[in-house]
T-cell receptor, first 111, second 112 residues
């Protein structure tokens, strides 16, 4: 079966760095997404990893290790507006269209 | 606004009624996805189109759910004989490549 695990909640301080982990066990793997979702809104695409290593995009970076079934999202210089749910999703479909999502990590940034 | 649009944004219906939702993807995006999301959970994949072809469909979907993308542009998702368990946010996403997905604002369905 498909299994994606993320911590349910995390808290961090404004200006700090936070790492949100995601581990997965899926029947197929074609890539891994990270999304940000504010309460009551749709997910917003943040990053995509298909090869091992670190992808940096401004204050956000995402890391993938396919052999370990592990990814993390790193947020630097945290801002209050970063308070949101962060969703990890694995592309695992036969035709690479299907993605399986974790239940998200709710990040609260405190002043 | 050239993002993904969905209509209606909210739908309240009585159990047993049929409902239809529409998704207009970003122009020139040939890939279109439907998801369902309930509170506190991540989106759950429903179906995937590449152009007008429905290439993947969740086994979780019962026969009451059907989706179309007749001309490879907009898509519709129909739920027949709605049940209270169908209450959720229905999300549509589109992309040009498989390495990205851009979500619409969603249609919130409430079945009473």
């Amino acid at each position: 079966g498909q299994n994606i695990d993320q911590p349910t909640e995390m808290t961090a301080t404004e200006g700090a760095i936070v790492q949100i982990n995601c581990t997965y066990q899926t029947s197929g793997f074609n890539g891994l997404f990270w999304y940000q979702q504010h309460a009551g809104e749709a997910p917003t695409f943040l990053s995509y990893n298909v090869l091992d290593g670190l992808e940096e995009k401004g204050r956000f970076s995402s890391f993938l290790s396919r052999s370990k079934g592990y990814s993390y999202l790193l947020l630097k210089e945290l801002q209050m507006k970063d308070s949101a749910s962060y969703l990890c999703a694995v592309r695992d479909g036969t035709n690479a269209g299907k993605s399986t999502f974790g239940d998200g990590t709710t990040l609260t940034v405190k002043p | 606004d050239t993002g993904v649009s969905q209509n209606p944004r909210h739908k309240i219906t009585k159990r047993g009624q049929n409902v239809t939702f529409r998704c207009d993807p970003i122009s020139e995006h040939n890939r279109l996805y439907w998801y369902r999301q309930t509170l506190g959970q991540g989106p759950e994949f429903l179906t995937y189109f590449q152009n007008e072809a429905q290439l993947e469909k969740s086994r979780l979907l019962s026969d009451r759910f059907s989706a179309e993308r007749p001309k490879g542009s907009f898509s519709t998702l129909e739920i027949q004989r709605t049940e209270q368990g169908d209450s959720a946010m229905y999300l549509c996403a589109s992309s040009f490549s498989p390495s990205e997905q851009y979500f619409g604002p969603g249609t919130r369905l409430t079945v009473t």
